[in-house]
């Protein structure tokens, strides 16, 4: 099969350039969001890292910051 025969004809022979444009459409829409997609990626990438950062439990805590928090209490209840 030559190139020429491999193209996507109409019935009168001409070639179906409507069918050639919304192919190109589609990749040229695929493509632009690949590149959307990348862009929110680098933008967002850094404050996710501030965003899900692992928080502080009872058991990671230093033993004094226990007692600071406590400590206010009471002396509030006396």
């Known amino acids: 099969m030559t190139a020429e025969s491999e193209l996507r004809r109409r019935k ?3 070639i179906d350039t409507a069918y050639y444009m919304a192919k190109g459409r589609e990749a040229r829409s695929a493509q ?13 990438g ?4 501030l965003i899900s950062a692992p928080k502080a439990t009872e058991s990671t805590r230093k033993p004094y910051a226990k007692s600071l928090i406590l400590r206010p209490l009471a002396l509030i209840r006396g």
């Open 12 to 14: 009168d022979g001409s």
């Open 32 to 44: 632009a969001h690949q590149m959307g997609k990348s862009m929110w990626q680098r933008l967002t």
């Open 46 to 49: 850094p404050l996710k890292n």
